[in-house]
């Protein structure tokens, strides 16, 4: 029976093809973690564009996009505060 360290060389050979299977499972578990990472971060730069449209779009609200009758009373309400309760036409 040939040995190392007193160890035989069968149980050396099969411990070597024991770390062989845990090396490969390792690595699929490496590959599987990676792809999920990036899908978590592809998940998050989504939220990160929908935050960024919604935001764009809260700053371009115009006279165009605002119902007159909001405008009107803004006028008003920018007349009161103002001091002229009739436009300033009495």
């Known amino acids: 029976?040939?040995?190392f360290n007193n160890l035989p060389?069968?149980?050396?050979e099969k411990r070597k093809e024991e770390l062989d299977?845990?090396?490969v499972e390792s690595q699929k578990l490496v590959v599987d973690t990676q792809n999920?990472?990036?899908?978590?971060s592809g998940a998050k730069q989504q939220c990160?564009?929908?935050?960024?449209?919604?935001k764009a779009m809260e700053k371009e609200t115009t006279?165009?996009?605002?119902?007159?009758?909001?405008v009107a009373n803004l006028a008003t309400n920018?007349?009161?505060e103002e001091g002229e309760s009739d436009g300033g036409e009495n």
Do not use: P
């Not at 999920?36 to 978590?40: D, E, V």
């Not at 990160?48 to 919604?54: K, M, P, R």
């Not at 006279?63 to 909001?70: A, E, L, R």
């Open 21 to 23: 299977i845990a090396i």
């Open 9 to 12: 060389l069968e149980k050396i």
């Open 1 to 3: 029976m040939i040995t």
């Open 63 to 70: 006279y165009n996009d605002v119902k007159i009758d909001d």
């Open 48 to 54: 990160d564009l929908f935050i960024a449209e919604i």
């Open 36 to 40: 999920k990472i990036n899908a978590l």
């Open 78 to 80: 920018v007349a009161n």
